[in-house]
T-cell receptor, first 116, second 115 residues
Framework: KAGVTQTPRYLIKTRGQQVTLSCSPI?????VSWYQQTPGQGLQFLFE???????NKGNFPGRFSGRQFSNSRSEMNVSTLELGDSALYLC???????????????FGEGSRLTVL | GNSVTQMEGPVTLSEEAFLTINCTYT??????LFWYVQYPGEGLQLLLK?????DKGSNKGFEATYRKETTSFHLEKGSVQVSDSAVYFC??????????????FGSGTRLSIRP
């Protein structure tokens, strides 16, 4: 079974630009969550999508947004990029359609964003 | 609210040394406890888990026991290898949770093993 796939793996943007990151969850998983990881702040929850609906959002400004499609694939968008947005953005899937939900998150390898 | 506290890193050990990474938690109810590991350049992956008090999770030589009386879930390995160099995250989740936002991660402990 294929794991969580994130694209692109690396990207460089300049301040003021916008970026879109993509995440394909494990087949059959209904939930996709996004995290920002930085050396200073650690792992911070951005938001979670479940069946195309955002059901929780972390403490990030409105420049950060996301969506989930009917096939459970998800995208997150960051507009008007700032230097502080440089980070590893991790996507995780969970909540299998069949079987018991164990609370485990399955992570992708991340998209490393550098803002210059 | 729920929280996880794990020992500050970095931790540097020699190969074949004994490893302990401390993790304590605060939670209402009876959460599940997890250790995730992040190897360089990769995302997090589940290392082991325990779902109730006195359960012992184990994988790849690592062990952790769910201690409700001390609210702890310390990670141990008897003999570490260079390949164990990574960042380790302790986490908890409420089995009754309805959202990944309820999964609480510790700050991570960077482990480096010298040959």
């Amino acid at each position: 079974k294929a794991g969580v796939t994130q694209t692109p793996r690396y990207l460089i943007k300049t301040r003021g630009q916008q970026v879109t990151l993509s995440c394909s969850p494990i087949s059959g998983h209904r939930s996709v969550s996004w995290y920002q990881q930085t050396p200073g702040q650690g792992l911070q929850f951005l938001f979670e999508y479940f069946s195309e609906t955002q059901r929780n959002k972390g403490n990030f400004p409105g420049r950060f947004s996301g969506r989930q499609f009917s096939n459970s694939r998800s995208e997150m968008n960051v507009s008007t990029l700032e230097l502080g947005d440089s980070a590893l953005y991790l996507c995780a899937s969970s909540f299998p359609l069949t079987g018991q939900n164990t609370g485990e998150l399955f992570f992708g390898e991340g998209s490393r964003l550098t803002v210059l | 609210g729920n929280s996880v506290t794990q020992m500050e890193g970095p931790v540097t050990l020699s190969e074949e040394a004994f490893l302990t990474i401390n993790c304590t938690y605060t939670a209402t109810g009876y959460p599940s406890l997890f250790w995730y590991v992040q190897y360089p350049g990769e995302g997090l992956q589940l290392l082991l888990k325990a779902t109730k008090a006195d359960d012992k999770g184990s994988n790849k030589g690592f062990e952790a026991t769910y201690r409700k009386e001390t609210t702890s879930f310390h990670l141990e390995k008897g003999s570490v290898q260079v390949s164990d160099s990574a960042v380790y995250f302790c986490a908890l989740s409420d089995l009754g949770y309805s959202s990944a936002s309820k999964i609480i991660f510790g700050s991570g402990t960077r482990l480096s093993i010298r040959p």
